[in-house]
Structures are given as C-alpha cells and as structure tokens.
C-alpha cells in the first residue's frame, strides 16, 4: 500500500511530462505532483460557513477507500498482504462509495458548480458502473473466481490463449477507467471551465490539506485503474506464491515499467482527441457497455456455462 501511495504523485506527474513534450512545452518536473500536495498541506483550510461535518469529513474517507482499494490490486507479486480480500466485486464497492461521499460533498455547501459537478458525476456512474460489473463478469466466467490475485495466476498460467471476449473486456476496461479518471475526451482535468468541469466542479470549495487528500485519492485513482489493467490482462512479471525476494523487486522493476507505459500511451491518447460534449458521454459509455456485455455472452456461449 506504501508503494502505491509513493508512486501515485509520480505517474501523474511522468503523464504531465509527456504531455508538454508531445506539444512542444518544456513542461513540469515529474515530482511536481509532490510539491503540490506539501503546498496544500502547509495551507490553511478555509471552509464555507453552511458546510456541515459531511463536508470535513469526505476527504478522509474518499483517500481512506481508494487508497484501500489500490492496496487490494496485486502489483507487483500475487501475494500481498491483503491478497485473501483482493476481490473484485469489494473493489468497485470501494471506488463507488468513495464517487457517493464526494458528490454528497460538493453540494453540501449549496453552490450551483457543486451540484452541477455531482449531478455529471453520478450521470457519469450510472452509465460507468454496469459497465465496469459486466467486465468483472466477464473475467470471473472466464476465471470462475472475482479473486484479483487468483485472476493473476490465472493469467500467468498460460491457459488463456487469445480470446476475442477478454479483447472486448480490456477496451471496455479502458474507456471505463477514463471516465472514472475524469480524463479527455470525458474531462479535462487541466481546465476550469465552468460549463465543462466535472470533477474539479465538486472540489472547488476545498482547500488546504482537504485538498490535499481529494487530489492524492484521484492520483491514486489513476494508478489503480493502470494498475487493474494490468494486473488483469497483462500480469507478466508478477511474482507469484513461492518466489523469492528478487521475485518480488524484479516484479516492482516491471510494474514501474507499466505504468510508464501506460502513463506514456494515456498521454498520446490525450494530446490526439478533443473533448467531447458532455451530452455525448452517454454514447461514450454505452459503447463500453455493449464491448463489455459482448465479452460476457462470447465468454458465456465459449465456455458452456
């Protein structure tokens, strides 16, 4: 969990980077992410003067379960210590009651930009989260367990082969993750655009180290959801149950080496598409779905269940 914790600033921080690159900017140093959030610790909280205890307390309890569910992913050795309830399905629990608790907040204080921003986000969960249970579907037909560390072994075996359904699954897995992450084409998080904020709309009345937390749960967020993906459909180099300890630090090297992937790819991904209307994210996760539920009946009808 500490490892996932220290790495999170530094993805996104590595995505900013690239970013700026690919558009001919210098761009910010990789640890920039950590200064901020320091920054953000040293400051003075200031709230509203109608914001109730809710709105104190979501910020702790947003970083508590995502940072929860980011320990409960496997990322670098299938037997972590909170392996034994590494399940899917407590996964998505996590992350939807952390969305619930943040939208609460932002129209706690009764502002017109929080309550735009909660109504997007749970628009955005509505139409995200069957998605992401017919993805979970799909791999347990597959796997017959929702055990992200019996998934991995499952994976690393080599029984699986190349399956049309899982391809449908990752796709699905990726456009999800984008919406959940607030990133283009659903939001862009470098804006403050009234009219197109969606999740920096819920967190404008925070400040100092309340802030601070919210900013730290969606940077590990992102390396959540980078870290599923792979742990899921690209688990090699993990360590498994019986391997030593250069195993396991040859597994941290490979994982490290993932998220700069990804974090590289999510970034050409970004500077190559526009933002889409926030009336179009509907068709945007349909697609998602149909992918996902496509994947389940290919796997359902395949393995005869």
Request: glycine residues 8%; aromatic residues 8%; proline residues 3%.
């Amino acid at each position: 969990m500490l490892l996932v914790l220290a790495l999170a600033p530094l993805l996104t921080g590595w995505v900013r980077l690239v970013k700026a690159r690919l558009v001919g900017r210098r761009g910010p140093s990789v640890v920039q992410p950590y200064r901020d959030l320091l920054r953000l610790l040293r400051k003075e909280v200031v709230l509203a003067r109608n914001a109730s205890w809710l709105f104190r307390a979501v910020p702790y309890m947003m970083f508590t379960a995502i940072w929860l569910a980011a320990g409960l992913v496997p990322v670098f050795t299938t037997q972590l210590a909170l392996a034994p309830t590494a399940d899917l399905i407590a996964l998505i629990a996590l992350l939807g009651s952390a969305r619930f608790f943040l939208a609460l907040a932002g129209m706690d204080t009764g502002t017109s930009f929080g309550g735009i921003g909660s109504s997007r986000e749970m628009m955005i969960a509505a139409l995200a989260e069957p998605a992401m249970l017919m993805i979970v579907f799909s791999v347990a037909i597959l796997v017959r367990s929702t055990s992200l560390a019996e998934i991995a072994d499952f994976m690393l075996s080599g029984a699986v082969g190349l399956r049309i359904s899982l391809a449908l699954a990752l796709i699905a897995l990726v456009m999800v993750a984008i919406a959940e992450n607030a990133r283009i084409p659903i939001d862009n998080p470098a804006t403050h655009l009234e009219l197109t904020m969606v999740h920096e709309a819920m967190v404008l009345e925070y400040s100092g180290r309340h802030l601070a937390l919210v900013e730290a749960a969606s940077m590990l967020k992102m390396l959540l959801y980078m870290a599923l993906i792979a742990c899921v459909f690209a688990p090699w180099g993990m360590a498994t149950a019986g391997s030593g300890v250069a195993a396991a630090l040859g597994g941290m090297v490979v994982f490290v080496a993932k998220l700069a992937v990804g974090g590289t790819l999510l970034a050409l991904f970004e500077t190559s598409i526009a933002k889409m209307r926030v009336f179009r994210v509907g068709e945007f996760l349909g697609g998602a779905l149909l992918l996902s539920l496509l994947g389940a009946i290919f796997l359902y009808v395949s393995r005869g269940v």
